[in-house]
């Protein structure tokens, strides 16, 4: 099975395994084991940031995140198709008690104007305390569901600035901010220094089995570490999976050009197929979403699947394919050949 689901998929390599077995370990919890210190030091100083804390996924650090900057109450604003809003449970409004507020992104990204529009204007005859006050705009970069699109980092600043004017605070969904830097050779750094928190992912890309972190302020990781408590997020003898997070920080960022490579490749590959529509242009990292315009998407990811190709639909028509550290290049050009196929069966059928 050629597995395209998620970068997610891949698994350990032999020097990462390596590491983990040899790690130093102690209890998290008391802020004695040594891996997960060096991890967090190393996050924060890559980041530009006074400190930065591991935690389990991606979902917790943008969670905690999101409590950490608010109160019960407040309002965030988020794109409409944003990752936190829309796949990660129902989390702000569960854990944090937070209003979304939806800002109309195109493949993720919005303008500064949007974000003016939603705070609006106040004024003396309407009483502030009516709207729920926001407090946090969040951005995503590389924006999942807006298939691996990277913010241009001007329109990114732009954002930013009035945000800041505006008195809100600004945290950064980066669980793929790598690839971002891979795409467009702009340092994590200088992207997350826009930003008061910033999470990235090391198990998404990078290939590490478990972990994300969360960076900002000392005063803000503080309080982050009480709310990753509070959910159950202490960690003890956490090194052994710092140790994977750590290896892949250090030696797997520089090949993620390949993952974007091969996406494109095979974007490529199936664009012009009968049945298939996909905007080439449109595949900036390592992620590739396309349409199937004959049948519904679960019909042909299952007929994929029993081909030996395994994706993910996304809605009624859309796919979702992504390459990773473990996918070969043969593999790639044997799953354009089993798209092709099945698109082919398909057509006949229809």
Not at 109 to 134: E, K, N
Request: aromatic share 6%; hydrophobic share 45%; net charge neutral.
């Amino acid at each position: 099975m050629i597995d395209l689901r998620s970068d997610t998929c891949s698994r350990p390599t032999e020097a990462m395994r390596d590491a983990i077995r040899d790690a130093v370990v102690g209890d998290d919890v008391y802020g004695d084991d040594p891996t997960v210190k060096e991890l967090e030091r190393e996050v924060a100083a890559l980041l530009g940031k006074e400190d930065a804390v591991f935690m389990v996924t991606g979902t917790m650090t943008n969670q905690v995140a999101i409590r950490a900057h608010t109160e019960p109450g407040d309002a965030v604003l988020f794109d409409q198709n944003a990752h936190v809003y829309i796949l990660e449970g129902g989390a702000p409004a569960a854990f944090a008690g937070v209003l979304p507020r939806l800002l109309p992104g195109v493949r993720g990204v919005f303008s500064a104007a949007d974000v003016s529009g939603a705070l609006g204007l106040s004024h003396r005859f309407f009483p502030s305390t009516i709207p729920a006050p926001v407090k946090l705009l969040c951005l995503e970069n590389t924006h999942n569901l807006g298939g691996g699109k990277v913010w241009p980092i001007k329109q990114m600043a732009a954002v930013c600035e009035l945000a800041r004017r505006r008195g809100v605070a600004l945290h950064l969904d980066g669980a793929r901010l790598w690839h971002a830097t891979a795409a467009s050779g702009i340092t994590e750094r200088e992207y997350a220094r826009h930003f008061d928190s910033v999470s990235v992912c090391f198990s998404k890309g990078l290939g590490a089995p478990v972990g994300s972190a969360l960076a900002g302020s000392r005063e803000f990781i503080a309080r982050a570490r009480r709310f990753k408590q509070q959910i159950g997020g202490g960690f003890r003898q956490a090194g052994i999976i710092a140790a994977g997070a750590l290896y892949a920080l250090r030696h797997h960022r520089e090949r993620l050009s390949d993952d974007h490579l091969h996406a494109r490749i095979l974007a490529r590959g199936i664009a012009g197929i009968p049945g298939i529509a996909i905007d080439v242009a449109t595949v900036e990292t390592n992620i590739v979403r396309f349409e199937v315009t004959s049948t519904t998407a679960g019909d042909f990811v299952d007929r994929l699947h029993a081909r030996g190709l395994h994706v993910l639909p996304s809605g009624e028509r859309g796919v979702r394919a992504i390459p990773y550290l473990n996918i070969s290049q043969s593999q790639i050009d044997e799953a354009v050949g089993i798209i092709a196929a099945v698109a082919r069966e398909v057509q006949a059928l229809s």
